[in-house]
């Protein structure tokens, strides 16, 4: 008998299709909805069953997984006038697995904790884009409480290689934002040292021999060195979804200032209005290339 929860994922882009995909291998009954249909009907032949909406996809759901694009759509899709909060089962857990903020997080957990007390809401964006996804690699970085919260254990198992609980609903997303803070600064930071490797007489290769086994050898760093080497930007992460993590990491600095990141959320800006948002985020390379 199985006795894993059910599990709705709202949202089947890059990391939700990933999260559908590693459940369904794992034994998990999935039910799916996505505003555009299409990207979960590859699953249906390994199991998913997909709903034309999400208050159809969350009934009887144990576990309720959100995962779209921006504060504004997850806001619609969860607490608006035709939201699911007033369709989930009782008891059940809606975590919310996207980068849309602080503001949109509190916002978020005051709505479901007045329409509905039983429901178990968990603030738990992650760490790892695409590729990691695809291969249950990612980190979950979690809010909420876990005593509560139980039945989402074994669904981070079989999406994640670990969580981090960091605290009450809210710790999730305020860690999500110093996460992809330096993720953003890094990417910027190898984009400029390989342009004067460049400059200099060097390869991308000859770049990455002089970090290779030394502290300063991120993994990151090799794969977005080969993704620039190919000249091959399929996305694992869109130019124009970090750079709205950009935005979202500097409002939750208030006063306090970010120099670096606001130079670079600008400089991206200008990379998106040129065209290059859609494209890995990798691609502010070939942007600055552009620039000489």
Do not use: C
């Not at 369709?87 to 509190?106: C, D, P």
């Amino acid at each position: 008998m199985n006795n894993l929860p059910l599990v709705a994922v709202l949202g089947l882009g890059a990391m939700g299709h990933a999260f559908a995909a590693n459940l369904l291998k794992k034994g998990f009954t999935v039910r799916g909805w996505n505003r555009t249909r299409r990207k979960g009907e590859d699953l249906e032949a390994v199991g998913l069953t997909l709903f034309n909406t999400p208050q159809e996809a969350v009934r009887d759901a144990d576990v309720i997984i959100a995962m779209l694009t921006n504060a504004a759509a997850t806001e619609e899709v969860i607490i608006g006038k035709t939201g699911i909060v007033a369709h989930v089962k009782h008891g059940a857990v809606v975590v919310q697995m996207g980068t849309i903020g602080i503001a949109s997080t509190e916002k978020l957990d005051k709505a479901i904790a007045k329409a509905r007390a039983d429901v178990v809401f968990v603030d738990a964006p992650v760490s790892g884009t695409k590729a990691p996804a695809e291969n249950a690699q990612i980190t979950v970085l979690a809010g909420g409480d876990r005593g509560r919260a139980a039945a989402v254990e074994p669904v981070f198992g079989a999406i994640a290689r670990g969580t981090k609980w960091l605290g009450p609903v809210g710790a999730g997303s305020r860690m999500k934002l110093v996460v992809n803070a330096w993720l953003i600064s890094m990417m910027q930071g190898m984009s400029e040292s390989l342009f004067l490797a460049k400059t200099l007489g060097f390869s991308p290769d000859d770049f990455w021999a002089a970090l290779e086994g030394g502290p300063l050898a991120a993994p990151y760093v090799k794969n977005k060195l080969e993704m620039i080497k190919s000249g091959d930007y399929t996305p694992q992460m869109q130019l124009s979804l970090a750079l709205k993590d950009a935005n979202l990491a500097l409002d939750a600095a208030g006063a306090d200032e970010l120099p670096g990141l606001s130079v670079i959320e600008e400089f991206w800006q200008n990379a998106v209005d040129a065209g290059l948002g859609e494209q890995d985020l990798a691609v502010v390379y070939r942007y600055l290339s552009t620039k000489r």
